[in-house]
């Protein structure tokens, strides 16, 4: 029987682990499970003999020395970036990488959806008002329908693809900015390929880019004035795509509805005036995070190395050598 280890403590396997898939695991593996802690000597010793390691939040980067003559051929990685967890030199060659990024990218579609509807009807500033005593404001301020609007997507990753699909049913034209997007791809997802100036024209502009360092600052200030008044900007991907100084400047003048989920550094570490400021919707990096979601990621990820073991078959979580440098 193959030897499977899950690398991660009681506590996370429970998180990403519902009790159908540990039965499944128990039936068709030999399964080594961690112990409470989850340190380098204890990933060495699961690993040793293991053909397929499971991964989630909290285990430890895997050394290339793991991966030895006795160490795993397969990696299941049961939560979102690989690219800090496993060597990329061995990717491909002696380690087959699989990751659930691609299915918490649709929690974070749906983040990218109640946040967008939330702050185009303008919900915490009826929130705010109706908890300080008020009633309907009249004409003073009023939301609007994302019915037939214009939705830019910076960069299509799978969660940009997530939110483009729930973004059906509203009639709403999508623009994309992503250099790596070719034209069959973007008719596919019925989109519009725009530069990054054209991109900020838009009644929502949500960003989905990576953490590389072509990224870093690229949302700069005179991109964010670019974005017409009233409209709405969220960022559910890396804080550093954005010029912090000019982001927090638009949300304290009121001109944007802005939803905030990342942060640098996080915890985040925010002035008194933007917690202040009206429709700014803040949370704490949980686009990706519900409870439904994250108990299903080690399925996710184990259906595919079956298949993958079974017939050599490569499904929605495997992870292309190729592409390795562009992943989040």
């Known amino acids: 029987m193959t030897t499977l280890a899950m690398a991660m403590t009681p506590t996370r396997a429970a998180d990403v682990c519902d009790d159908e898939t540990r039965a ?20 060495a010793r699961l690993a040793d003999g293991a053909e397929i390691m499971i991964t989630s939040w909290g285990t430890p980067t895997l050394p290339a020395e793991l991966f030895g003559d006795n160490g795993p051929r397969i990696v299941g990685h049961a939560a979102g970036s690989v690219k800090r967890l496993v060597p990329a030199a061995l990717v491909g060659d002696r380690v087959t990488v699989f990751s659930a990024a691609t299915r918490i990218a649709w929690s974070v579609g749906e983040y990218c959806l109640a946040a967008c509807l939330t702050l185009h009807r303008r919900l915490p500033s009826y929130d705010a008002r109706t908890r300080a005593g008020g009633w309907k404001p009249g004409g003073e301020f009023r939301g609007r329908e994302l019915r037939g609007r214009t939705v830019s997507l910076i960069g299509a990753s799978s969660t940009a693809r997530a939110f483009r699909s729930l973004l059906a049913p509203f009639s709403v034209t999508v623009l994309v900015y992503d250099p790596y997007l070719d ?23 949500s960003i989905h880019v990576p953490d590389l360092p072509a990224t870093k600052g690229m949302i700069t200030a005179d991109l964010l004035a670019r974005i017409p008044d009233g409209s709405v900007l969220i960022n559910s991907a890396r804080a550093g795509a954005v010029d912090p100084v000019a982001l927090e400047r638009e949300a304290l003048s009121g001109r944007l509805r802005i939803a905030l989920d990342v942060y640098d550094p996080e915890p985040a570490r ?28 080690v399925r996710y990820v184990l259906d595919d190395v079956i298949a993958f073991l079974a017939d050599g078959s490569r499904g929605p979580s495997w992870v292309d050598p190729q592409r390795w440098s562009l992943l989040a």
């Open 183 to 205: 034209r069959e791809r973007a008719r596919e997802l019925d989109v519009t390929p725009v530069d990054l100036p054209a991109a900020m024209n838009a009644d929502v502009v």
């Open 24 to 43: 499944l695991l128990e039936e068709r593996f030999e399964v080594r499970w961690a112990g409470d802690q989850l340190d380098q000597a204890e990933v």
């Open 270 to 297: 925010l002035s008194p005036e933007l917690l202040a400021a009206p429709d700014v919707l803040l949370t704490p990096h949980i686009a990706g995070d519900s409870l439904e979601g994250h108990l299903a990621l």
